[in-house]
Nanobody, 119 residues
Framework: QVQVVESGGGEVQPGKSLKLSCTPS????????MAWYRQAPGKQRELVAE???????DYSVSEKDRFTISRDSAKNMMYLTIDNLKPEDTAMYYC?????????????WGQGTQVTVSS
């Protein structure tokens, strides 16, 4: 069974930075794309950023300069760095994986990691 595990969340003060990690149980040869989503209380889940197997990156959030999506193929991990955190960044952050090759057409989600921005 394919697993996707997020980590790195926590409670941080405004203005600080945080780096979230996503660890898939598939290696990157079997992954077409990965993405970060977030869901704030009472709101719909929204796409934050996506990176595909070719390294193409797309950001969907309005303040793109504060977010950096990256991946480390050697460690088989994906990251989301959020700089200058604001209270409105408070949300559950989820990692999504789109399979490739034998896993083509399948999408997998992690359980999420909570980010709370508070002074």
């Amino acid at each position: 069974q394919v697993q996707v595990v997020e980590s790195g969340g926590g409670e941080v003060q405004p203005g600080k930075s945080l780096k979230l990690s996503c660890t898939p149980s598939l290696n990157f040869l079997n992954i077409a794309a990965m993405a970060w989503y977030r869901q704030a209380p009472g709101k719909q889940r929204e796409l934050v950023a996506e990176i595909n197997s070719n390294g193409r990156i797309d950001y969907s959030v309005s303040e793109k300069d504060r977010f950096t999506i990256s991946r480390d193929s050697a460690k088989n991990m994906m990251y989301l760095t959020i700089d200058n955190l604001k209270p409105e960044d408070t949300a559950m952050y989820y990692c999504r994986l789109d399979g490739a090759r034998n896993y083509r057409g399948r999408t997998y989600w992690g359980q999420g990691t909570q980010v709370t921005v508070s002074s």
